[in-house]
């Protein structure tokens, strides 16, 4: 029972880190770190900063808001800066947090975890539109942020008193091996003469301690007892690649690859869906062919609508993608059903690079705003899938006490592809702007692009293209890397 409760509280954690997809607050430059930071000192330090960092940080940025237009307000001493750093202060949080809650030794249990990350947007828009929107003619964001500060501190606070280390249990082959091992490599005393000069004299045996391996050839080998016993054939417990060893290992950076090429098509997708719900909708008729199909311009609210229900559509198949992908991959690979054989966990890399190619070609062919729920479904179950398989399989491949600091790495590699997915983005985006008819609503932003998807189609057409390659990475590393067929527990 104890595990299902840490299991349980981590959870409840988890579910406060994943705001950044409501809430803009994205960081990782600080995930090795904090991952060292746990390795070393378990949950509690980290959680400690978690709850300090999110709480602290969502009630900066509440204040920001309420005296943005105040004289003598926050934002009017602090500015842009001050924002910045209180926005960077909620990444760190979740960060801290979800390192905290998501060192788990099983890809089931780590996908509970993160699946809860996944579904952090979902769950607070609900409760926000549930209690905070009943009044239209009141601006809900002060009690949006709020509730986003009082739930990390009440999330964080859980994790505190529950979530704690939860050793794996060695598996009854490994538990003979060890055996086996330390009966190899126990001294063993042999009696021998000394020479002395007194040839008559009564000889006391010298006890001489020898290695058993040069006393004798030890028993035969089994199945249980290699050969070798090189890294490649150590138990996760056992393996331990970190630091700058970590760094030359080329698998390391074929997953740093993968994990990136992957999170910037997700993420570029994720964090532009509203800009490109709002160009599908806006779009003119003109005297281009591809656009004269296209529904009349949509209203604001209807707009925000839309947003909102691709917003929640996007987060339930991110929690789906996450939860499945450890459940199966879990399933697939200790006790798969018949006639399925035994499947290591890397081979759901190219399933999700290839479900991630289907979400972008979706995309790039969707023409009508209410459409795109397709396009969202997909991208969401991909994105969800890298996460909830990406971490287990680092664990397998580089051992498991350095692993949240091992995940630190690697989560840099989503903050770098996905700011440049989203700077691209914006820069393709930006180009079809001054080209563009203006908005049928004064409601809307001068500088919205109103051409449907000719304002954003060369990002997409790009992003598949990354798509493409992350699969062939993926290919590379499910078939030819041997020691990314390593078995986890």
């Known amino acids: 029972m104890g595990r299902y409760l840490v299991l349980a509280a981590a959870t409840v954690v988890a579910i406060s880190c994943g705001l950044n997809y409501c809430y803009s607050s994205p960081t990782a430059s600080d995930s090795p770190f904090i991952g060292r930071i746990v390795d070393r000192r378990g949950p509690k330090p980290t959680l400690i900063l978690a709850a300090v960092a999110l709480t602290g940080g969502y009630l900066v940025v509440r204040a920001f808001y309420l005296s943005g237009h105040v004289a003598n307000g926050l934002y009017a001493r602090l500015g842009v800066p001050g ?6 202060l909620t990444g760190i949080g979740s960060t801290a947090g979800l390192s905290s809650a998501g060192n788990s030794r099983r890809a089931a249990a780590l996908s509970v975890v993160l ?10 828009s609900t409760l926000s539109s549930l209690f905070l929107h009943s009044r ?10 709020l509730l986003l500060a009082l739930g990390s501190l009440f999330s964080t606070a859980v994790g505190l008193v529950f979530v704690r280390p939860v050793p794996l249990a060695p598996r009854a082959a490994d538990s003979n091996l060890d055996e086996d091992r330390a009966a190899d490599e126990a001294p063993v005393e042999v009696e021998a003469a000394l020479p002395d000069a007194d040839q008559h004299a009564p000889q006391e045996p010298a006890v001489v301690v020898v290695p058993r391996s040069t006393a004798s050839p030890g028993p035969p080998s089994t199945e249980r007892t290699p050969l070798l016993r090189s890294d490649s054939t150590k ?26 090429l992957c999170a910037g098509v997700g993420l570029c997708y994720i964090n532009n869906l ?9 779009a003119t008729r003109t005297a281009d062919p591809s656009l004269l199909h296209l529904a009349p311009a949509a209203a604001p609210a209807s707009v925000a609508l839309l947003q909102s229900r ?7 198949f991110n929690f789906l993608g996450r939860l499945l992908s450890g459940f199966l991959s879990d399933t697939l690979l200790h006790s798969p059903p018949r006639p399925l054989p035994r499947t290591p966990r890397v081979a759901f890399l190219p399933l999700t690079a290839t479900i991630l190619v289907a979400s972008q070609l979706v995309a790039l062919r969707t023409e009508r705003a209410e459409h795109l729920w397709a396009a969202t479904a997909l991208t969401g179950l991909a994105h969800g899938c890298l996460f909830g398989i990406s971490g287990i399989v680092g664990l397998e491949r580089f051992g498991l006490k350095s692993f949240s600091q091992t995940n630190g790495f690697l989560a840099l590699a989503p903050a770098l592809f996905g700011q440049m997915t989203n700077l691209l983005f914006g820069r393709i985006y930006d180009s079809h702007v001054l080209s563009s008819p203006p908005s049928p609503s004064s409601s809307f932003a001068a500088g919205t692009c109103t051409l449907g998807r000719q304002c954003y189609a060369q990002a997409f057409v790009l992003t598949s293209g990354m798509a493409l390659g992350a699969l062939a990475v993926g290919l590379w590393l499910a078939l030819g890397r041997k020691g990314m067929r390593i078995r986890a527990a």
Do not use: H, K, M
């Open 83 to 88: 924002l910045v750093a209180a926005e960077l």
């Open 115 to 124: 699946s809860a990350f996944g579904l952090s947007a979902f769950f607070y």
């Open 136 to 145: 239209a003619s009141l601006d809900a964001t002060p009690a949006f942020l």
């Open 235 to 260: 138990s996760v417990q056992e393996r331990n690649i970190a630091g700058w060893a970590l760094l030359r290992e080329l698998d390391f950076w074929l997953i740093f690859g993968f994990n990136g």
């Open 274 to 282: 509203g800009t490109v719900v709002r160009s599908l909708a806006l």
């Open 310 to 316: 691709l917003v929640s559509l996007l987060s339930i």
